[in-house]
């Protein structure tokens, strides 16, 4: 989940005088900036106002580059209207009033730059303190960016929306209603567009045109949206031979939103690849996510949400953005913004703030936003306001499960910022000091400023189970941290830093870093100790992987599960003696036939018979292990069957929908009673350690979250149980837990 940081940063082009005679009525200025559009490496983002477009740098924000038309630019084809940017950054698109496309070519040169901060010192210490500003001194340079004109395109069908994709720009027309599409380059036979009638497509409805496009890349899958307020799945097909055109098919789509009224008409969308989700925004205000479980048309209704005030205080929808990760959805509203979880649970919000305080104080970013988009890898949401200039940049705070699904990011808090850490620290005190206002209960950590401008942002972190430790990882290499020191260790060499990238995730062993990497086109499982320097020579242990882990997955004691693309979970003791510590494979499982799609797969665990845990061969743990998989949102449990061959086969059985998490207790750290470090006594743990308990109580629970309620196994035994085949009985009905919070 994500939540907003504090307040904003605020940015805005040197302003010109508004001309009264060219404002229109509304209140907005020929300055208010109108759209925004990011480019797909996060490194530069534009915006046009009705005059002007600006190229501005991400990190740090600072415009580049501005082109402002002239006046006889805009009286011949009209004020600028919205914005378009292909992917690469290489080409900006301009959509005027009139139905023109202005195109301009952006050149960059990853080498040049205008400003570049320059450290001399001539003593010894201070050139030590030079060196260390050097290793960040990209993120103080402004880089070098060239804004060329590259043509005007008349569509006299008029444009209605476009799109810009890699290979090509996608024109919705107006009359006739129509799709064109325009390479950016002509094919080899010279030819540059191609056009299909919407009245011509059978799956869409007559007489309607097209109001918005959204693509998704990773899904090669676009959601349109048309007048009377349907939304369609759409793919683009593969050329045809040209003796074959005159029965050229450019799309093929199937309708997934159709509205019984107009207050459920379509007016936005955007896709979560991440989590096959479409997000629908209505003219009610609310938001239907769909599900998108295949490209033929089976796109049920997932779940809705909405914000919590009237259409009145809210406004209409004005635009719809999944977090890079799918793990938050952002809406934005004519008169303030909200965000959800992937499954529906509210987040931050700006309607409970006091308007007439926000109008008083200037504070546009609350009062509604025109348009946004996420930075920095999601630590950042970048927001228009409405009839405003200025851009604000708000930072949010997410999850570490999110980065890297671990039993212990799930049982201890560890949020991740873009500078740094927020370590929860209330497990480790007593009841009464926790529910005092006067203890600090997160413990800040700032990520080392080298390490974060060579790497950043930071695409993961994980915690010890003990909450000792945290290891964090970049583009490339890693990093860790001591809690109780207060210390970092990173790379002494930047090459050895940069020579791999952690691929896979990462877990903690008591004072061992668990890492899956990827160096020099082989995936590699490696083993860093705490007491020693980040280098080659100290390394504890490498041990080679036949493909890439999708992730890894600690497991009682001494056990670690690998899960790679290969659709194979790997089984490794960790084996330590004096002075050494390494990985003993005993044990795999193919689940080919089974798991469909490997990078799908966000957790595994296994549950192992009590009798085969306290005196069995860890060679056998295999044979018997029931297997929980959380796919997308579907939390499925696989148990192991003998057939009448003596071969092993798996019974499949999905047992919650929506799961944001899970926790499986037993993979949870137990209670240590000598961990109390001498602090206050508190009246609830010594009832937990000195009351009468029967049976296992809660250490066997299995407990999910789908986005409303937490769920609740008691006994993961009797859900074992329940879902085998032999019993025939259904599944062991759930204890639900309503939270009015994120858990």
Known sequence: MYWPLGSPRIYAASPRPPDPKTSPDDGSTETDLLALRVSRNGHLFATITSTTLTIWQTRPTAVLASVIRSPQSLSSYGPNVSLLLRPDSGIIVVQTLQGYLITYSLATDPNARVYKLQHEYSRTRRQSIAAQMAAHADTENIMEVSVRFRMVIKVDAGVGRALALDDELVVATEKPAAVQCIRWTPDSTGNQTSTELLSRMAWISKKTNILDMVHDRAMSLSAWITGD???????????????????????????????????????????????????????????????????????????????????????????????????????????????????????????????????????????????????????????????????????????ATTSCYSSANVSRTLLQTYPGLMIYRGYDLSDITTISAESSLWHHVQIPASYLSNQGPIRSAVISPDGRYVAIAGRRGLAHYS?????????????????????????????????????????????????????????????????????????????????????????????????????????????????????????????????????????????????????????????????????????????????????????????????????????????????????????????????????????????????????????NPSVQVFVDFYP
């Open 229 to 399: 307020g349907k939304a369609y799945a759409v793919q683009r097909l593969p050329p045809t031979p040209k003796s074959l055109e005159s029965t050229q098919r450019l799309f093929r789509g199937y309708g997934f939103h159709n509205p019984t009224n107009e207050d459920e008409y379509a007016l936005k969308a955007s896709i979560n690849a991440r989590f096959s989700l479409i997000a629908i925004g209505c003219a009610n205000g609310h938001v239907l996510v769909y599900s998108a479980k295949d490209y033929v048309g089976s796109i049920p209704l997932s779940h809705k949400v909405g914000p919590p005030v009237s259409l009145q205080s809210s406004g209409q929808i004005t635009f719809l953005k999944w977090s890079p990760d799918g793990y938050c959805l952002f809406a934005g509203f004519e008169r303030g913004w909200m965000t959800w979880s992937v499954y529906g649970k509210p987040g931050g919000s700006s309607f409970t703030s006091d308007r007439l305080i926000s109008e008083s104080n200037g504070e546009g970013w609350l009062m509604g936003v025109r348009d946004g988009s996420w930075l920095s890898g999601g630590f950042e949401i970048l927001l228009l306001g409405q009839n405003d200039d200025r851009l604000w940049v708000l930072d949010m705070a997410r999850s």
């Open 483 to 731: 809690v109780n020191s207060g210390r970092w260790k990173t790379f002494d060499d930047p090459q050895v830093e940069s020579a791999f990238a952690v691929r896979g995730g990462m877990c903690w062993y008591q004072h061992i870093l668990i890492a899956a990497v990827e160096a020099d086109e082989s995936y590699e499982l490696r083993l860093y100790s705490r007491e020693l320097s980040l280098n080659d020579s100290s390394l504890l242990h490498v041990e080679n992987l036949p493909a890439p882990a999708v992730l890894i997955s600690p497991s009682g004691d001494d056990s670690l599960l690998v899960y790679t693309f290969e659709n194979t979970l790997f089984h490794y003791i960790i084996t330590a003696t004096t002075g050494t510590i390494k990985l003993v494979q005993v044990g795999q499982i193919a689940f080919h036939g089974i798991v469909r799609a490997p990078a799908r797969v966000r957790a595994v665990s296994w549950i192992i018979p009590d009798a085969q845990m306290e005196s069995g061969d860890p060679s056998q743990d295999v044979a018997v292990a029931s297997v929980l998989f959380l796919v997308d949102g579907k939390l499925v449990l696989l148990q192991p069957t003998t057939t009448d061959s003596g071969d092993l086969k798996y019974d499949m059985r999905v047992i919650a929908h929506d799961v944001e998490y899970y926790a499986l207790m037993r993979d949870q750290l137990p209670y240590d009673p000598t961990h109390e470090r001498s602090l206050p006594p508190s009246p609830s743990l010594d009832i937990q350690r000195n009351g009468d308990h029967s049976g296992q109580g809660l250490n066997d629970s299995l407990w999910a979250f789908n986005g409303t309620d937490i769920l609740v196994w008691p006994d993961v035994q009797d859900v074992l149980k329940s879902t085998s085949i032999e019993s025939g009985t259904e599944l």
